[in-house]
């Protein structure tokens, strides 16, 4: 069994979403054979890298496990055109695991990134290698961590993605 974490951009363009999704179903494309119940993904499942990433897994069979930063990380960061994806791949989820952060923010990011790393052997970074911009919990807060603990690191960032922010 391989279990991957992801960490990466919620502000990927139009055209770097079909880019990155590509990338990942490529990824695991080895495991979508007849589905792999040893491929397991974490993901908080944000809009982005994170959903793709999820939605890679599932595609190739594998078992999703959702971290959730807090208790009303639904209502607080989901926007409306991101939930019909969100709600679907909680559904989805073979694992729901929240942590005890009751809002989100920056402390309840960093506690989902440390317990989505807890939980994996690697971890996926559709990131592209911009260093932290702000108080923690952001992909590369994730990418610092995982390498801190001498986890491998594969860094996904296609020819031509871009972020839109």
Same mark, same amino acid.
């Given at each position: @069994?391989?279990?991957y974490a992801v960490t990466g951009h919620t502000d %990927?363009?139009?055209a770097s979403t079909e880019l990155v999704r590509d990338a990942l179903r490529g990824l695991? =494309? #080895?495991?979508? =054979? #007849?589905?792999d119940a040893g491929l397991v993904g974490v993901s908080c499942i944000a809009r982005g890298a994170d959903s793709l990433f999820a939605e890679a897994v599932l595609d190739a069979g594998g078992? %999703? /496990?959702v971290v959730l930063p807090s208790r009303d990380y639904r209502e607080a960061e989901v926007k409306p055109d991101d939930a *019909? /994806?969100?709600d679907r791949l909680m559904e989805a989820a073979a694992e729901v695991v929240l942590t005890d952060h009751e809002t989100a923010g920056p402390a309840a990011y960093q506690a989902a990134n440390t317990a989505m790393l807890a !939980? =994996?052997? !690697?971890l996926i970074a559709v990131w592209d290698g911009a260093p932290p911009s702000g108080p923690g919990g952001g992909t590369a807060d994730a990418v610092l961590e995982a390498r801190a603990a #001498? @986890? *491998? /690191?594969r860094v996904i960032w296609p020819e031509g993605a871009r972020r839109s922010g």
């Open positions: @069994m391989t279990t %990927l363009t139009d695991f =494309a #080895g495991h979508s =054979a #007849g589905g078992r %999703l /496990v *019909p /994806v969100f !939980r =994996a052997e !690697r #001498g @986890m *491998p /690191v």
